[in-house]
């Protein structure tokens, strides 16, 4: 029995030394023991073997955010021995300050050993003395806001270090609207002697309640340059791409104070800086005419609103006036004043008088809520005063009537009786009526001319005018253009565009049929000619002469136009012997 366990036990120890050669090393390391809570360290994982796997890294995420992975692979020769090395380094930003432990990661049947890191709190200036390298700064105007009213939030971040990227999360308020007002702002500032760069962003808060607002912190997370370095194997050392840090704001709370109860129950809130009206005619001066309309456009602009909270504004004017608001114009722009946002209004409203005479429109007026001085104030147009003109008269003759003959009329100018002549009075009678008759008779007379001229032209059909002549004129001058210049194939498309005005109900297709259509024989063969040049393989412009071609085209090209829209005719009932 003995023998046998002397026997097996080198076997055995052969066999372990043989599965333990086989197993690969997987191995994790960090770069930093200790690391500040909003600055992110690297993790290398390492596996002495060519791996096609991945290791699992879900369960870092309790403790931390994934930022970043890389996987590489290398081939290493020791003694003349090779061996292959694959490599994943992750990027890591801790969740929270203490003692935290990073757990054995699993690669297939292997795994590494649990690591242990320290984080530390984040420094403020009090705490250590000094401006951190990189901070977030954030401040809100006014401290203490009314609901609906614009609350300033800017936020700076200081930089001494170089940043190749990064990204600033807004403020997000719970009841509360937010927009980013203009673009980021980049300057340099010098803190306690040293050199920071800052990044400068406006934010303007709405917020829709009443109480205490709170501004969770605004989050930074980038990517800094030229932090530090690492050392590869047998490489020597290199400049790293960077490290990813993470820097938050401070938490802020602002109260918003409620709508006053002095603030008009019936009338729309209207919490600003400012509130103005204006007005636009589209007369002026302001002198109406019955039933003709009349466009005012009111403008009402607020500071530190948005466009949304304005009222619509829909005066009252005195029943004379019919009254068609149109669709009111808004928008939002940003102020030049404190970063203050403009709201503006524009209403035009139609006004139709109905009656003429003086009327008065009465004021305007809009209460709101000076946020500054905490106190109510109007917004008003003053009463205007205007004036309606009666219907235009229309432009229909007025009926001639003949005043009574009297021997004598008042002179209302001084009072006294003068005598008027019957005789002028008939006088002027009887020269309106022979123009009348004189106006009335050349009416007739051309009337009767219409009418004979009508005749005459439809009893003489081969004088009526064509309006296809000019077409046609056009389109022989596109001939001869085509033929002097030597163009035959603009010249085939230009005889086929005259022929297919000349025959409207038969258009030819081509140039052999254009030719039968033709009764001048010397036409016929140019145009003969000009298709077997076409299409019997000359190569040269020369082989085709088209200004002698034009001069016999020319010939076939007066037909007159009236006979040759009647296509194929009918032959005659008794022809000719």
Known sequence: MKNHQLFATPFVIILWLYSTSTLAAFTAKLDRQTISEQDSFLLTLQVDKQSQESPDLSILEQD??????????EMQTINGRSKSLTRWQISLLPKSSGELVIPAIRLGQEQTQPLTLKVTPEKTKEQSGAYPEIFLEVEVKPETAYLQSQITYILRLYHSLPLNSGQITPPQPNHARVEKLGENKRYQTRLEGKNYGVVEQYYAIFPEQSGNLQIPPVQFQGLVMGSRTQKRPFMGFYSDSGRTVRKKSKALSIKILPRPSVFPQQAVWLPARAVSLGEQWSVNPLEFQVGEPVTRTITLSALGLYAEHLPTLSPANPETFKQYPDQAQTETRLTDSEHLLMAQQQQPIALVPTQAGQFTLPEISLPWWDTQQGELRYARLPARTVTVLPAAVSDKPTPVTTAPITSTQTNQANNQVVPVKAESIWGLSIIYWFWLALLLTGAWILGLLFYWLSRHYQQNPDKKINPRLGNLKAARKNIERACVATDAKVAREALLAWAKLQWPTQQPRGLAQLANLLSVTASQQAILELERY??????????????????????????????NDKSNPLPE?????
Do not use: K, V
């Not at 931390?64 to 692979?73: A, G, H, K, M, P």
């Not at 412009?541 to 007159?560: C, F």
């Open 64 to 73: 931390f955010d994934l930022i970043s992975s890389s996987q590489s692979t």
């Open 534 to 563: 076409l299409y019997g393989g000359s190569s040269t412009a020369s082989d085709w002469d088209g200004a002698e071609a034009w001069q016999r085209i020319r010939m076939g090209l007066h037909e007159d136009i009236q006979d």
């Open 573 to 577: 009932l008794y022809p000719a012997a």
